[in-house]
């Protein structure tokens, strides 16, 4: 099958371009490379030793974007492409509807007019809010909290209205947990713009000597040991969920909306033990205030992965850090790092 990426030089967009290249798949990854690196499309390319194609350019503009699908043809799309940082999404909530929500339409357009008909969508479980009960299943009311989740909630449903608009057409929304680790080669990871939003890799930071100590918002909390829990998924293992995805789009009508989780939650504390045994050392840490709007707890139910796509979780916490200590030793400045 012809895939086309969007935000394909992404953390997640990159894990996933390498999977569906190992899958057999020929792949073009369409990426502003506003968070992307052009890097690890050339990662990708080493490890799988094709050579890829990289577009660079805005999803919201339509000429751009027809182009490209003009040239590649593309049978189906993985849609990552858009901004995601929650705090940011509260500080510019236009922003974030204007390139997420509006990026979107502009692609469904595209793909309409090419009669390309088959969509993966990454969502997010930021669109279910707080929990009413625990673990999130699909039926689980919708109530995002911020405008990133709401951002991606108001695609889902632009995807199911498109989707049934034309029995041709399929669509699959992905809602992850939340997703670390990295490629076990070392040669692919996370590398953040700046301050880490996310726990993982800030921790990796800490143990690498970027930055001084981790700090644990609230120990008081009704879980274990008193920190936040969440359901934490290996970049790998929601990789392969993709491709799954693309073989289930060719047996389904209409949109769905599936978990990608591992159905267990992991602490605060739990994660940095784990850590400490993936480097080596001890990683410095203070208790500070809980963050307003944070839950205790947070983990999904997946067993609609594993009926609708045959997709269950392989690598567990001890991986996660392993993988991700690979990728931040070997690569301490992130792509910038030059030795491959």
């Known amino acids: 099958m012809k895939v086309l990426i969007t935000g394909g030089a992404g953390y997640i967009g990159s894990h ?3 999977e569906v290249i190992k899958a057999g798949h ?5 990426d502003s490379l506003v968070n992307g690196h052009a890097e690890a499309i050339k990662r990708v390319s080493k490890l799988t030793g094709t050579d890829i194609q990289l577009a660079v350019g805005d999803i919201r503009e339509k000429s751009f974007l027809d182009s490209v699908f003009t040239e590649f043809v593309p049978e189906a799309v993985i849609h990552f492409a858009g901004l995601k940082a929650v705090g940011e999404s509260v500080e510019n909530p236009l ?8 990026g979107s ?3 469904l357009e595209v793909m309409q007019s090419h009669c390309c008909n088959k969509i ?9 809010g707080e929990p009413q009960y625990l673990p999130y299943d699909e039926n689980h009311p919708v109530a995002p909290v911020n405008p990133y989740g709401r951002t991606k909630l108001v695609v889902e449903q632009m995807l199911a209205d498109w989707s049934v608009a034309a029995p041709e057409r399929s669509a699959l929304s992905l809602r992850y947990f939340n997703p670390v680790g990295a490629h076990p080669s070392g040669l692919m990871g996370e590398d953040p713009l700046g301050r880490p939003n996310n726990l993982m890799p800030f921790i990796a930071q800490v143990a690498i000597g970027t930055r001084s100590e981790l700090q644990i918002f609230g120990d008081d909390y009704d879980t274990r040991d008193g920190t936040g829990e969440r359901d934490y998924l ?3 293992d929601l990789a392969e969920a993709h491709v799954l995805s693309l073989a289930a789009l060719e047996n389904q009508a209409g949109h769905d909306i599936i978990n990608i989780g591992t159905g267990r939650g992991v602490t605060v504390k739990e994660m940095i033990k784990a850590f400490e045994i993936a480097c080596g050392h001890f990683i410095d840490t203070s208790i500070v205030a809980r963050r307003a709007g944070d839950l205790p707890s947070f983990y999904a139910n997946s ?4 009926s609708r796509l045959s997709w269950t979780a392989k690598l567990g916490l001890a ?8 990728w931040q030793s070997q690569n301490p400045d992130g792509y910038k790092t030059s030795e491959f």
Do not use: I, P
Request: glycine fraction near 0%.
């Open 16 to 18: 996933t371009l390498l």
């Open 26 to 30: 020929k792949a073009v990854v369409v």
């Open 95 to 102: 922003a974030y509807y204007d390139v997420n929500v509006s």
């Open 105 to 107: 339409r502009v692609l």
């Open 120 to 128: 993966v969508f990454s969502s997010s479980a930021t669109v279910y």
């Open 234 to 236: 290996h970049v790998v």
């Open 303 to 306: 067993e609609r992965a594993q």
């Open 319 to 326: 991986e996660m850090c392993r993988d991700t200590w690979t």
